[in-house]
């Protein structure tokens, strides 16, 4: 049980245009979801905090214009990063928490590359 | 708020040698205490977890960590390692109580390399 998945696992995109990850919970109701940043060879960052039904909490620094947040339903929350540069280049995590649950479950990460 | 420092950026070691990963937090309230295991171009799995009880806890595959409420530490150690082991693990505390949110604050990552 409490798996997660993210969609898509790698993306390619041209600078300025937009991409979206999707992140579900495939066997729980997910209140929470979490996205991280992590680039290589550092520890996750963590980007921000979403309750489904109402907006996302941003962490200090996190331009939320331009990284996008819905979590729409209790199973999938996405991020869409617009305008994308070079320097959004990242490996991008979810994971997701019950509402009863203490721990958060990861999903297997998303790796943007903007050329 | 609270950090957490994991002390050894890169750990290597032979196969069948035993291993501890170093971490130690800060907070001003208790906290749960959580370590991560992330394989190359994975996301994170959760390898074990102190939530209350017993400060000894282990996981399934032969880890095992103990929370030392007085030296704020929560070490993992292994006593044989396999070549499967190489990985990055990850101390993390969440803050204990409804209002102190669901959070997790990670370190810094400890890259485990583990040679024949």
């Known amino acids: 049980g409490a798996v997660v998945s993210q969609h898509p696992s790698r993306v390619i995109c041209k600078s300025g245009t937009s991409v979206k990850i999707e992140c579900r919970s495939l066997?729980?109701?997910?209140?929470?979801m979490f996205w991280y940043r992590q680039f290589p060879k550092q520890s996750l960052m963590l980007m921000a905090t979403?309750?489904?039904?109402?907006?996302?909490?941003?962490e200090q620094g996190v331009e939320k214009d331009k990284f996008l947040i819905n979590h729409a339903s209790l199973t999938l929350s996405t991020l869409t990063v617009t305008s994308a540069h070079p320097e959004d280049s990242s490996f991008y995590i979810c994971?997701?928490?019950?509402?009863?649950?203490?721990?958060?479950?990861f999903g297997p990460g998303t790796r943007l590359t903007v050329t | 708020a609270q950090s957490v420092t994991q002390l050894d950026s890169q750990v290597p070691v032979f196969e069948e040698a035993p291993v501890e990963l170093r971490c130690n937090y800060s907070?001003?309230?208790?906290?749960?205490l959580f370590w991560y295991v992330q394989y190359p171009n994975q996301g994170l799995q959760l390898l074990l977890k102190?939530?209350?009880?017993?400060?000894l806890v282990k996981s399934i595959n032969g880890f095992e960590a103990e929370f030392n409420k007085s030296q704020t530490s929560f070490h993992l150690r292994k006593p044989s390692v396999h070549i499967s082991d190489t990985a990055e693990y990850f101390c993390?505390?969440?803050?204990?109580?409804?209002?102190?949110?669901?959070?997790?604050?990670f370190g810094g990552g400890t890259r485990v390399l583990v040679k024949p």
């Open positions: 994971s997701a928490r019950s509402r009863t649950g203490n721990e958060q479950y």
């Open positions: 066997d729980f109701q997910a209140t929470t």
């Open positions: 979403s309750n489904e039904g109402s907006k996302a909490t941003y």
């Open positions: 907070s001003s309230v208790s906290v749960y």
């Open positions: 102190y939530l209350s009880g017993s400060t």
């Open positions: 993390a505390v969440k803050r204990i109580g409804v209002a102190a949110g669901n959070k997790l604050t």
